[in-house]
């Protein structure tokens, strides 16, 4: 988030500026009429920049997961139009499902296009998805379901999301440094406070800065890389933050579908991502 789109993100939060016109959020706006399009040649410094900050090696095709963050800007103009009925500042990203239909090459270009649901019930709140469609030409080569969750009057009876086989705690520990949140948001683009410094994520309720939770999806894509097919679908649900800087357990294991992986705190097991991938 660059600072204009960061400020157009947190204003609607801040009591009276958010009733200015401009700003003031439509509670009962439609977010699924709103769609935008961007068209991008893939560069291979930036893939190579994300990649080496996520833990992949250098390709002429990139990561699974980099189309994400050419998809970020878009989705983030869709959270700060006045039309958009939540704050993008608080919404937690829950659940993120990504299909790669074939391996895109450094130097393609990639018809983007993202898109917002219509908001349903959860049991802590109500979720909105945000859906991407990566074309070459007319060949749909990539796309993506991102959950996100405003917090609020649940419903019990709600679904409650993707579920997972268990996976045991990993013996494989990464160390996370503390400018982790601030390198992921130099490639991604994505500056949210809460994963910069601890002052600006104490400001936001968290004890210290965060990992991003696409960071830690894309770590986890790049340590099971070899195993997977060019088609293949990857799903995770994030869980408890990671705070920086930290330590966390890696798992993964074969599942009758593909492997189940899992990120955990070294501690006690306790969970902060959990997730599978299946060939398609």
């Not at 600072?3 to 500026?17: D, E, M, Y």
């Not at 419903?155 to 949140?181: K, N, Y």
């Not at 986890?220 to 330590?247: Q, W, Y």
Request: some cysteine; aromatic content about 6%; glycine content about 10%.
């Amino acid at each position: 988030m660059a600072v204009p789109i960061l400020l157009k993100a947190a204003l609607p939060s801040v009591p009276l500026v958010n009733q200015l016109p401009g700003i003031r959020k439509n509670p009962h706006g439609d977010p699924s009429t709103l769609s935008l399009r961007r068209e991008v040649t893939v560069d291979r410094g930036h893939a190579t920049a994300y990649g080496e900050v996520c833990g992949f090696p250098e390709k002429d095709t990139v990561p699974l997961t980099y189309p994400h963050i050419l998809a970020f800007p878009l989705q983030m103009s869709i959270m700060t139009s006045p039309e958009f009925p939540f704050p993008a500042i608080g919404s937690v990203h829950l659940e993120n499902s990504v299909t790669g239909h074939r391996p895109i090459g450094v130097g393609e270009t990639l018809d983007v296009t993202a898109g917002a649901g219509t908001p349903r019930p959860h049991s802590k709140g109500t979720v909105i998805d945000f859906t991407t469609e990566v074309r070459v030409g007319d060949e749909l080569v990539w796309e993506s379901t991102s959950t996100y969750l405003r917090r609020g009057r649940g419903e019990d009876s709600a679904p409650s999301g993707l579920t997972f086989a268990e996976v045991q705690p990993g013996g494989v520990e990464w160390r996370l440094p503390a400018d982790l949140g601030r390198r992921y948001a130099g490639v991604s683009g994505d500056r949210n406070p809460i994963h910069l410094y601890p002052l600006t994520a104490k400001a936001l309720g968290f004890p210290r800065q965060i990992a991003h939770g696409m960071w830690t999806k894309a770590r986890c894509v790049a340590a099971i890389e070899n195993r997977l097919p060019d088609a293949v679908r990857v799903d995770v649900a994030f869980k408890k933050p990671i705070l920086l800087p930290g330590s966390v357990a890696f798992g993964v294991s074969r599942t009758s579908a593909g492997h189940g992986f899992s990120v955990t705190r070294p501690k006690d097991g306790a969970p902060h991502l959990v997730g599978s991938a299946a060939a398609l």
